[in-house]
């Protein structure tokens, strides 16, 4: 499954919509991570492992939001958004409560180990494949995307965190897993992180036509990458 978004949305505010009726009606429904983990299909040890390699996910994310900023321009501020977002990524420097730190704690939560000061469990210390194939998809679209598709896979990123969140806190909690969530509750609020920042960027470039049409390649190449990046989480979460 794959979302296209071939009509070209009248106005920011429709993509945005249309973004998430998608990924709430599809991929965090159908896709067979979201999927499996929702219908309690994981033994124990394929939910720690799926975790454990999500946890080498979300450390890249950090760094790729370090990659965008770098391709966005240097006269404007353009890098904002991005760069917001990463110091959300280190809890806005408050001590223990970078993103890190509470997928630390989330781990350990889960029988899993995590050395102080780590953010990776002992028992996964090697990035596995789907982890390593994001980062191939990410940085091959980033290397030659332009600077509105960038803006648009930031504006994307930002709204998948709270659909993708809630799905993921809910399932733990079937499994019975309930504490240390606060990773997930953190990111759960739906388009808290959408800022307005976020916003006026893609209003920015929705007079223009090409601009227009690259920001939805963007939304368009974010929702394939998450979507295979599930998809073989799940293929490495069932090989345990
Ligand atoms: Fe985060």
């Known amino acids: 499954m794959e979302l296209t978004l071939t009509k070209i949305p009248s106005n920011p505010d429709e993509l945005v919509k249309a973004f998430l009726t998608e990924i ?3 991929y965090v429904v159908n896709n067979p991570f979201f999927k499996s983990l929702k219908d309690k299909k994981y033994t124990v040890k394929q939910l720690q492992m799926a975790f454990a390699a999500f946890a080498h996910y979300r ?3 950090s760094r790729f939001l370090g990659h965008m900023i770098l391709r966005l321009p240097i006269e404007t501020e353009e890098w904002g958004p991005c760069g917001l977002n990463l110091a959300e990524e280190y809890g806005y420097g408050k ?3 970078s993103h890190g730190i509470l997928y630390a704690n989330f781990l350990r939560g889960i029988g899993l180990t995590v050395k102080p000061e780590f953010i990776i469990a002992e ?3 090697e990035m596995p494949e789907c982890a390593k194939n994001f980062e191939r998809a990410f940085v091959k679209f980033l290397a030659s995307a332009p600077i509105p598709g960038i803006v648009g896979m930031s504006g994307a990123y930002e709204l998948l965190d709270g659909p993708e969140a809630k799905a993921q806190r809910e399932a733990l909690q079937k499994y019975g897993f ?6 997930f509750t953190e990111h759960e609020i739906e388009k808290a992180h959408f800022t307005k920042y976020n916003e006026d960027q893609l209003n920015k470039y929705w007079s223009n036509p090409k601009a227009r049409k690259d920001v939805v390649e963007g939304f368009n190449q974010v929702y394939r990458i998450q979507d295979r990046f599930y998809s073989e989480l799940h293929e490495f979460a069932i090989s345990f």
Do not use: I, V
């Open 95 to 97: 001590p223990g409560k």
């Open 178 to 183: 309930t504490k240390e969530l606060a990773y």
């Open 59 to 61: 450390s890249l994310f």
């Open 123 to 125: 028992e996964l210390k």
């Open 24 to 26: 709430r009606t599809d």
